[in-house]
């Protein structure tokens, strides 16, 4: 008989708990397991470790519990009271302010500045009703008498 390696006894012991082995290696496994005292011994330890990583896992499945409604606020709280405001900086004014607010105010300020240019004697965006031009558009120098 030859003597097997035993990490590749665990390979094999490993697929066929895991059920993977295909069936003439299974009958093999199992022949080995009724006479091979090494056989027996790791598939003994290799069966006690899968239920103790069963139990563990159902453990922790079964602890698990959703946090609360309040845990991202408290944290985010913590974190900035902690870092003196440094990690997570105040929000900026267009965070606080909806974009279409911003883009109203715009608007409406464009629409002032233009009417306020369109009424000032000195602006340039009206015709001069007298010539028909628009203003600085001639050089004059000296006014024609």
């Known amino acids: 008989m030859t003597t097997d390696n035993e990490d590749d006894i665990i390979a094999t012991l490993s697929d066929y708990v895991e059920g993977t082995l295909p069936a003439a290696k299974k009958t093999e496994v199992e022949a080995k397991l009724a006479t091979d005292a090494t056989w027996k011994r790791i598939h003994g ?3 006690e470790t899968t239920k103790s990583h069963d139990e563990i896992s159902g ?3 079964a602890r698990k519990e959703p946090a609360p ?3 991202t606020n408290d944290v985010t709280a ?6 003196a405001g440094l ?3 105040r929000r900026t004014f267009g965070d ?3 974009f279409s607010a911003l883009l109203v105010v715009a608007v409406i300020g464009l629409l002032v500045i233009g009417y306020i240019l369109w009424s ?3 602006g340039s965006l009206k015709m001069d009703k ?3 031009e628009t203003p600085g558009s001639s050089i004059e120098v000296v006014p024609k008498p």
């Not at 913590?78 to 870092?83: D, F, G, V, Y």
């Open 45 to 47: 330890e290799l069966v």
């Open 59 to 61: 453990l922790l499945k």
């Open 69 to 71: 409604e309040s845990f």
């Open 78 to 83: 913590t974190i900035h009271k902690r870092s």
């Open 87 to 89: 990690f997570f900086g």
């Open 96 to 98: 606080r302010v909806p």
């Open 120 to 122: 000032s004697q000195t």
């Open 130 to 132: 007298r010539r028909g």
